[in-house]
């Protein structure tokens, strides 16, 4: 058994990243993806507790990408996500593959090479313009959020999402809980929304496989199409690299999931799987077993693996 999508405090998930391998291990994961969204700072604390419970850490980043037109002009209603593995090439974090306590490699971070890595440091620049937006539009809406106060909810700046804006506006009483938080504000069509910077999909999947990684399209039906459109997504994504298309998602039901595995098979994609982890943000999934029901095969990481350039 293996996950392959799980998130820490230093995107938007309620854990610290070494967190997340000691849930694996205790799941019974064989390997546990860290996919923090548009960064890798958590990897090194992660791999370290990973060698530790000895899992295999694969490093991964969730990137948010624009979402796909439609054949009348219009994008599609929900939102469009990529997951991407192996993000060094030939380096996989696997038990014993730190460098020995003491040794000048132990505390370095780990490192992403390839073009990727240029735009993801855009896109963490970009969010974190957002987020200071954030504070000064939630202001204007009369509801006052110290950039202070919200960083020190994630516990990293580099972390700071929406899900710690939410949290400190249910502490301030300005909403019941996380979902009135993004109803009444946060959510994409609200008061307090500002946009992000997004890379287009296939972008993604090209750079991902110019850096040696390869690109996964997460929880497919998020974005929201029928099935015919969503077949002529993957089908384009297809011809631009991806590898595969999580199929094996923590909220699906088994239906759901065989529809996907079909449509990852007419494309010649790996079928993955992934619990989408984030701790207390989402606290009926968990690491490796995602709502009770997860069980995403090991043969998976190696159909993934073989496809790295």
């Given at each position: 058994?293996?996950?392959?999508?799980?998130?820490?405090?230093?995107?938007?998930?309620?854990?610290?990243?070494?967190?997340?391998?000691?849930?694996?291990?205790?799941?019974?994961?064989?390997?546990?993806?860290?996919?923090?969204?548009?960064?890798?700072?958590?990897?090194?604390?992660?791999?370290?507790?990973?060698?530790?419970?000895?899992?295999?850490?694969?490093?991964?980043?969730?990137?948010?990408?624009?979402?796909?037109?439609?054949?009348?002009?219009?994008?599609?209603?929900?939102?469009?996500?990529?997951?991407?593995?192996f993000l060094r090439p030939g380096y996989f974090l696997r038990p014993g593959a730190l460098p020995e306590p003491g040794?000048?490699?132990?505390?370095?971070?780990?490192?992403?090479?390839?073009?990727?890595?240029?735009?993801?440091?855009?896109?963490?620049?970009?969010?974190?313009?957002?987020?200071?937006?954030?504070?000064?539009?939630?202001?204007?809406?009369?509801?006052?959020?110290?950039?202070?106060?919200?960083?020190?909810?994630?516990?990293?700046?580099?972390?700071?999402?929406?899900?710690?804006?939410?949290?400190?506006?249910?502490?301030?009483?300005?909403?019941?809980?996380?979902?009135?938080?993004?109803?009444?504000?946060?959510?994409?069509?609200?008061?307090?929304?500002?946009?992000?910077?997004?890379?287009?999909?296939?972008?993604?999947?090209?750079?991902?496989?110019?850096?040696?990684?390869?690109?996964?399209?997460?929880?497919?039906?998020?974005?929201?199409?029928?099935?015919?459109?969503?077949?002529?997504?993957?089908?384009?994504?297809?011809?631009?690299?991806?590898?595969?298309?999580?199929?094996?998602?923590?909220?699906?039901?088994?239906?759901?999931?065989?529809?996907?595995?079909?449509?990852?098979?007419?494309?010649?994609?790996?079928?993955?799987?992934?619990?989408?982890?984030?701790?207390s943000f989402k606290p009926d999934l968990a690491v490796g077993t995602g709502?009770?029901?997860?069980?995403?095969?090991?043969?998976?990481?190696?159909?993934?693996?073989?496809?790295?350039?």
């Amino acid at each position: 058994m293996i996950d392959l999508h799980t998130h820490s405090n230093f995107s938007d998930g309620s854990e610290p990243p070494e967190r997340i391998p000691e849930l694996a291990a205790a799941a019974g994961c064989r390997a546990v993806a860290l996919t923090d969204h548009d960064g890798l700072d958590g990897l090194g604390r992660a791999a370290a507790a990973a060698a530790r419970v000895g899992i295999e850490l694969v490093p991964g980043c969730e990137v948010s990408c624009r979402k796909p037109l439609g054949p009348d002009g219009t994008r599609a209603p929900g939102s469009l996500h990529v997951l991407c593995y192996f993000l060094r090439p030939g380096y996989f974090l696997r038990p014993g593959a730190l460098p020995e306590p003491g040794s000048p490699g132990r505390q370095q971070p780990v490192a992403l090479e390839g073009p990727l890595a240029e735009e993801l440091a855009h896109l963490r620049d970009d969010r974190r313009r957002r987020n200071l937006a954030l504070v000064e539009r939630l202001a204007d809406l009369g509801v006052p959020v110290g950039w202070d106060e919200v960083v020190a909810e994630a516990g990293t700046e580099a972390g700071v999402g929406r899900p710690h804006f939410a949290r400190v506006l249910v502490r301030r009483g300005a909403a019941a809980d996380i979902d009135d938080a993004f109803d009444r504000f946060l959510a994409d069509g609200r008061p307090g929304y500002v946009p992000k910077g997004r890379l287009d999909a296939g972008d993604v999947a090209r750079l991902a496989g110019n850096s040696g990684a390869v690109a996964v399209l997460a929880h497919p039906l998020s974005l929201g199409l029928e099935p015919a459109a969503l077949e002529a997504v993957v089908a384009g994504l297809a011809e631009a690299g991806l590898g595969g298309i999580e199929a094996i998602y923590g909220r699906y039901d088994p239906d759901e999931r065989r529809r996907l595995r079909r449509l990852a098979e007419r494309h010649g994609l790996v079928a993955t799987g992934g619990s989408d982890f984030h701790g207390s943000f989402k606290p009926d999934l968990a690491v490796g077993t995602g709502m009770g029901d997860l069980d995403v095969p090991d043969e998976a990481l190696e159909e993934l693996r073989a496809r790295v350039a």
